[in-house]
Structure formats: structure tokens, C-alpha cells
């Protein structure tokens, strides 16, 4: 299978997670999944835009004059006197314009006074003043669903008055990890065994994508015991990914499971690395089955696992950017396969890219190094220093 089908059928189970309220921070990273109105213009008032005077832009006409200060108007304060020829007010950034002025003068354009104040600059009616609704108009849609929360719209939706929104959830994932040789990190490492580091892999990619995880196993190659994880995994999970135990061998403990429960469906997907792949539901909860080579592990997850959560969270852009880049060393690829080769890519318009030395499926070095992954179409055997790439941008 290809992998532009595979991952269409990967993302066929997917949809977006069903709308939750969340309080105002919560939803930083998140999908709107409502519409949001301006409760209000923005700014409600007019407000100066200077510490400076509120004055009447006709009494400048001959500079410098002397204007009597009838009021301090503090950022907050309420102005109560009106400005009538010949006076001013000192008012601060923010504060209302109080009646009767058209313009402000700011504080460096006048002596600075308090009881009377000299201006020695004129200016234009309207000067320094921010308009009321200017920026935004009550009941004025600012933001639609679909929209990403960032810091930015966070500032908006606090001035939205929301304290809290729709949004679509955090899916919350099961990593399983699946091996009889592997040992949780830390715990020591007998003859034969291999410290678990899809799980940790795993588990710092959903992070990164946004999603809440849990971690289970490592689970041996025992069907009892990985069916007792799964089923637990089903109670409380929006997607499962598994690790391992999908390939062609004996002990491929994921494949006997799900294959006999029916659901999922494995897949050889014509790519490097990453071939034996398995996705598909059980008890209507989506499970995508990655083979055990931490590389093949890796380079799954970003091709079919990040765009099928960043789906779940009703992201608009589940994909990473691509890019062009020009490849510094020559290198084959596998006929008939799409290969994700593992590089260093530097720049951000005219790049560079560099094929990390390890390129092997187990080859930790190498992907630790790699900031991308070069996409080496299926037809394409050698690739030739100086040629141009596509890459996939992991910063
Ligand atoms: P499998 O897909 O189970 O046949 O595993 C393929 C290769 O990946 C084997 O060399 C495994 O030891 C290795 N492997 C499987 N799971 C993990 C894991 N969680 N962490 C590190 N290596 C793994
Ligand atoms: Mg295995």
C-alpha cells in the first residue's frame, strides 16, 4: 500500500473529539469550536494614546501658548470637568477623553505643568486620541471556530470577557510498548535485553503534539498479557498507539490480538523506514500499531499518528511544513519505497540539508541528531549531492 493511502485509511478513523468547556487557559493549543462576539467596542471609549493634555486643537494655533489645567485624568478615572477654550486637562494613556477637548497633546510637546501648562507644538484635531471601536465593534464575530488558540487570542478572548470556551479536548493516548526483551530506562539491562525507548519516544511525541498520554508496559509477548493492557487502554483512551510486535516473526504478539479480534487491519506500506504497519477500532476506539525499530517508530508516528491527533484536535493544519532543501552528500534510496531519510537541515530559505551518518532502523544516533526527514519519492533509486530535496521540518 501506498503511503498516501495508508495514511488516508489511518486518518478514515479519525474525526474530530467532541466539543468540552474549558477554562480560558486551558485552552491554549486548542480548537475553537464555537464562534466568539465582542461583548463590547473595543476600545468602549475614547482614550488617549499619550500622557500628555487634553486640549482643544483651535487654542494651539499660535505656539507656544499657556492653557490653565483644569483636571488630572489618570488611566481608570472618570473625567468630570469639560474643557473649554483656553484650559486643558493632564490626562495619561488610556484614560478617557473627557468633553469639550479634540486632540491631546503629548507631554514632550509642553512644559509639563500642573497648574497652567505651556504647549509648544500644535496639532491636528483628533490628535493622540484612540478612537471608541476603532479596533473591534460590539457584537462583531472576532474569532471562528476552527481557530487555533494562541497567547495572541487568549488576549482577545480575556477582552471577550470569556473566563471560559469551547474547544475541542486533548486526546488523551495509550502508548503500549510491546517486547519480551525490553526493560523499563533505568532498571538494570540483563543479557538479551534492551532498555524500552519507544515508550519514552512515544510518549514525548504525543506530549508534543498536544495530546495527554499515558504510558503502559513494557508488556511482554504474552497475548493474556497484552489484551489485559489493551482492554484497560479501551476504558479510558481516544487513541491507542502500540509499539512493536507487528512485523513477519513469531512472538508478533499485537498482530495475533488485534487480527483475531477483527478491526485492524495490517498493512505493508510501501515505505523506508516503517514498512509493517497496523491501524484500525476496537470497541469504536482507534488503535495504530507501529512496528517495534525505534526509527521505524519515529518516522511512523510523524507521518500517520501526529496528522491523526492533530485531526482528533480539529487542527486545520495536521501536517508539518515542508520545505526544499539541497543535499550536501549523495545517497541511495529503496526502489519502490518512499524513503524518510534522517537529516540536518540548516537554514530556513536557501537550505541545506546534511543525511545524518546512522541511517540504519535502530540507529539511535542518527535520529537523535536529525532535525528533518528527507522525502525520497518511491521512483527515485540515488540521490545526487547538490540535488534538491524535499524535507519534512522537525524545529
Ligand atoms: P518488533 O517489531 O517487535 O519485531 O521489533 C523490531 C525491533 O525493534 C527489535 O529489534 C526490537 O527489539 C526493537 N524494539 C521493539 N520495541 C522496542 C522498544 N519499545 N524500544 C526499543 N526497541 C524496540
Ligand atoms: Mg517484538
Known amino acids: 500500500m501506498s503511503v498516501d493511502d495508508y495514511l488516508a485509511r489511518v486518518l478514515s478513523f479519525m474525526q474530530p473529539l467532541p466539543p468540552v468547556m474549558v477554562p480560558l487557559l486551558e485552552a491554549l493549543g486548542l480548537v475553537l469550536a464555537e464562534d466568539v462576539q465582542m461583548p463590547r467596542d473595543m476600545p468602549a471609549f475614547d482614550n488617549s494614546s499619550m500622557d500628555g493634555y487634553a486640549v482643544i486643537s483651535g487654542d494651539l494655533e499660535a505656539v507656544p501658548t499657556h492653557l490653565r489645567v483644569i483636571e488630572d485624568i489618570p488611566a481608570g478615572a472618570v473625567p468630570r470637568a469639560t474643557v473649554t477654550r ?28 500642573t497648574e497652567t501648562v505651556e504647549v509648544q507644538r500644535t496639532v491636528a484635531p483628533g490628535n493622540d486620541i484612540r478612537r471608541a471601536g476603532e479596533d473591534l465593534r460590539e457584537g462583531q464575530t472576532v474569532l471562528i471556530r476552527g481557530t487555533v488558540v494562541t497567547p495572541r487570542t487568549i488576549a482577545l ?143 511512523s508516528f510523524e507521518v500517520f499518528v501526529r496528522p491523526a491527533l492533530r485531526t482528533l484536535m480539529g487542527r486545520p493544519d495536521v501536517h508539518r511544513p515542508l520545505r526544499t532543501a539541497t543535499t550536501l552528500a549523495s545517497f541511495g534510496s529503496p526502489a519502490a519505497k518512499r524513503q524518510f531519510a534522517r537529516g540536518v537541515l540548516d537554514g530556513f530559505d536557501d537550505c541545506s540539508v546534511a543525511p545524518v551518518r546512522g541511517q540504519g532502523s535502530h540507529m539511535l544516533s542518527g535520529l537523535s541528531e536529525a532535525n528533518c526527514l528527507m522525502v525520497i519519492p518511491e521512483e527515485v533509486t540515488e540521490v545526487a549531492a547538490g540535488s534538491v530535496v524535499t524535507v519534512i521540518d522537525l524545529r
Open 86 to 113: 483656553g484650559t486643558a486637562a493632564r490626562i495619561m494613556t488610556g484614560a478617557p477623553m473627557p468633553a469639550g477637548a479634540d486632540a491631546v497633546v503629548r507631554v514632550e510637546w509642553t512644559d509639563g505643568g
Open 157 to 299: 478572548l480575556a477582552s471577550c470577557d470569556r473566563e471560559q470556551m469551547l474547544v475541542h479536548p486533548r486526546p488523551r493516548v495509550t502508548v503500549i510498548s510491546t517486547g519480551d526483551e525490553l526493560v523499563p530506562a533505568g532498571q538494570p539491562v540483563g543479557a538479551g535485553q534492551i532498555v524500552d525507548s519507544n515508550g519514552p519516544l512515544l510518549v514525548a511525541c504525543v506530549q508534543d503534539a498536544g495530546a495527554v498520554v499515558t504510558h503502559q508496559g513494557p508488556v511482554a509477548d504474552h497475548a493474556d498479557d497484552f489484551r489485559a493492557v489493551l482492554q484497560q487502554a479501551l476504558a479510558h483512551s481516544d487513541l491507542i498507539i502500540t509499539s512493536g510486535g507487528v512485523s513477519m516473526g513469531a512472538y508478533d504478539t499485537v498482530k495475533e490480538v488485534l487480527g483475531a479480534a477483527g478491526g485492524v487491519e495490517f498493512s505493508k506500506v510501501a515505505m523506508n523506514p516503517g514498512m509493517p504497519q497496523g491501524c484500525g477500532q476496537l470497541d469504536g476506539i482507534p488503535i495504530i500499531t507501529l512496528p517495534g525499530n525505534p526509527v521505524s517508530t519515529y518516522v
